[in-house]
């Protein structure tokens, strides 16, 4: 069944899809590995270091897609975008520094 180039999926056929995304192609077992390392990773630091110290780092976040996306997808660079990650990386070295 379709509407105009839309593709309409019962909730089965959904359901089959992400069944045969996620256990029958790499890209699904990549995603599902990614995915437990970074549990494991987030484990080990919660065991280490107390949540205040450890929840910053994940705004770190914004700074990595914006590199990489600068670089593999040709993003613009602008500068709004150096000072708001500039702003969250200083924030994050105030809160890692125990100020």
């Known amino acids: 069944m379709s509407k105009g180039s839309v593709e309409l999926f019962s909730k089965l056929d959904f359901v089959g899809f992400i069944f ?5 192609t790499a ?49 613009a660079f602008t500068w709004n975008k150096i000072v708001g990650v500039g702003v969250i990386t200083v924030g994050v070295m105030i809160v890692g520094s125990g100020a």
């Open 20 to 24: 045969h995304f996620f256990f029958l």
């Open 27 to 75: 890209w699904g077992w990549s995603c599902i590995g990614s995915i437990l390392l970074c549990c494991l990773f987030w484990f080990a630091a919660l065991s280490r270091f107390e949540l205040s110290y450890v929840a910053p780092f994940l705004s770190l976040n914004f700074m990595l897609v914006m590199i990489l996306s600068m670089i593999f997808l040709h993003e």
